[in-house]
């Protein structure tokens, strides 16, 4: 495998289980839900001195030259703040994914699997098309469904602390 130049890296390729996948750039309504999700997060993170949040595009080194992911919303707890350098290396507290139309798959299978491979506490996945948010937190090394709430309700973060969504306000755009 070739290394990556800085150059090269400046965008939106990820590496998957060793090899490159570049993504498109995403649509503006993924944009607004990202933003929506981030600003509620950030507001409580920042209010409650938890932590730092950090938006895509930014690599999240799991394995140098294996995996290599830019989940479109993270979160680090003030305590792990080392893993926070020119990127972020090491795993994150949480991890969040809008599913994009063309996304899917690697969304809720492939990026799943790896981030419980290298034990992310708590993964959140976003599905615009129906309105629904999941959170999936690890329990014995393998993710089990923490929360989910799909066109209305609440979803609660167990690693973010005191951290509750009304979706209604993600999807809002």
């Known amino acids: 495998m070739e290394t990556l130049t800085l150059e090269r890296d400046l965008d ?8 490159e ?16 999700l981030t600003d ?6 920042k209010t409650n001195k938890l932590g730092k949040v950090h ?10 030259g ?29 991890v969040c994914e809008v599913v994009s139309p063309g996304s899917y798959e690697y969304d809720t299978e492939v990026k799943k699997a790896i981030y419980e491979k290298y034990g992310v506490p708590e993964y959140w996945i976003v599905m615009p098309e129906v309105k629904t948010t999941e959170i999936f937190t ?5 993710y089990k ?15 973010i602390e005191g951290l509750q969504v009304n979706i209604e306000d993600i999807f809002e755009v």
């Open 21 to 36: 996948v570049v993504s498109p750039s995403p649509f503006s309504k993924h944009q607004s839900i990202v933003l929506n």
């Open 55 to 64: 938006i895509s595009p930014l690599d999240v080194i799991l394995e140098e």
């Open 12 to 19: 939106l390729t990820e590496i998957i289980n060793g090899e």
């Open 66 to 94: 294996i995996n290599r992911l830019q989940p479109d919303i993270l979160f680090i707890r003030k305590e792990n703040a080392a893993i926070e350098q020119d990127w972020i290396r090491g795993v994150p507290d949480m």
């Open 138 to 142: 690890l329990d014995a090394a393998k």
């Open 145 to 159: 469904l923490l929360t989910v709430a799909a066109f209305e309700g609440v979803v609660t973060s167990k690693v």
């Open 40 to 45: 509620i997060i950030r507001r409580h993170v």
